[in-house]
């Protein structure tokens, strides 16, 4: 995975309905844990847990359908790609990696929970002889280094009310 990924739409992208969806998003699929930060200056949301910063998503100022973020370390990695899969679904966009050639379309109810995404990065990661065991015992270390509310979320799980 590169470190910039990019979300291409046809639509144009106005800041102030991207800032609203990624509120909607945030609340539907991180139960409102995270903090949406509004940088109008820079043209960009600064996306953060606990007053800490984990991403940027930037709008260009150049090409009007056009958003990109580096991804975020660990956890947060997770955190980016369903954000950037929610955008590209709701922008009808396809979305595009430095470190991922071709580009792809939004899939709906990808990486429910971080569990999903560690089990699905570790696999990728592995080789022939790599164990389940070994697999299991890595995303456990992984899960355990993730805040417990983030551990929490479950989007395979119908949303109440």
Not at 10 to 17: F, G, M, P, S, W
Not at 28 to 56: A, H, M, P, Y
Not at 113 to 129: C, T
Request: glycine fraction near 8%.
């Amino acid at each position: 995975m590169g470190n910039i990924c990019t979300i291409k739409s046809r639509k144009k992208l106005k800041y102030d309905q991207v800032t609203a969806d990624l509120h909607e998003i945030n609340r539907r699929c991180f139960k409102s844990l995270l903090e949406i930060q509004e940088v109008l200056e820079f043209n960009c949301w600064n996306i953060c847990f606990n007053g800490n910063v984990g991403f940027t998503i930037h709008k260009s100022p150049t090409y009007k359908g056009r958003l990109t973020l580096k991804h975020g370390r660990h956890w947060w990695t997770w955190v980016d790609v369903v954000v950037t899969n929610e955008l590209a679904l709701k922008y009808n966009g396809s979305i595009t990696d430095e470190g991922v050639s071709g580009s792809w379309k939004g899939e709906p109810g990808k990486y429910p929970n971080i569990r999903s995404w560690f089990e699905a990065f570790a696999k990728l990661g592995a080789v022939p002889q790599t164990t389940q065991a070994l697999i299991k015992q890595m995303v456990e270390m992984d899960l355990s280094l993730v805040p417990e509310a983030i551990r929490g979320i479950d989007n395979g799980t119908k949303e109440e009310g």
